[in-house]
């Protein structure tokens, strides 16, 4: 069974930075495109920043220019750099990886932003 884990989440001012991480059990060759979504309460999750085996990435409007998708082969490691986080950030972050019929899902991580 394939497993995403994810770390680096927390609490953070407005204007601050996280770096979350995602560690995956198998070959991230087996699992592109890879993605973060997040998702908060009563509403659905949505794609945060995606990155393809090319190095393509694709992130939504809201985090343009503030957040970054790597990932590192070697080491089976996904990464999503925030920046200028913003209370509107607040949400459980999870990471995905296009294994199996259905994707494969980390059990998510919280980031809460405020003052």
């Known amino acids: 069974q394939v497993q995403l884990v994810e770390s680096g989440g927390g609490s953070v001012q407005p204007g601050g930075s996280l770096r979350l991480s995602c560690a995956a059990s198998?070959?991230?060759?087996?699992?592109?495109?890879l993605g973060w979504y997040r998702q908060t309460p009563g509403k659905e999750r949505e794609l945060v920043a995606g990155l393809t085996s090319t190095g393509s990435t694709n992130y939504a409007d809201s985090v343009k220019g503030r957040f970054t998708i790597s990932s590192d082969n070697a080491k089976n490691m996904v990464y999503l750099e925030m920046n200028n986080l913003n209370p509107e950030d607040t949400a459980v972050y999870f990471c995905?990886?296009?294994?199996?019929?259905?994707?494969?899902w980390g059990q998510g991580t919280q980031v809460t932003v405020s003052s």
């Open positions: 198998i070959s991230l060759s087996e699992m592109y495109p």
């Open positions: 995905f990886g296009d294994y199996g019929i259905f994707g494969s």
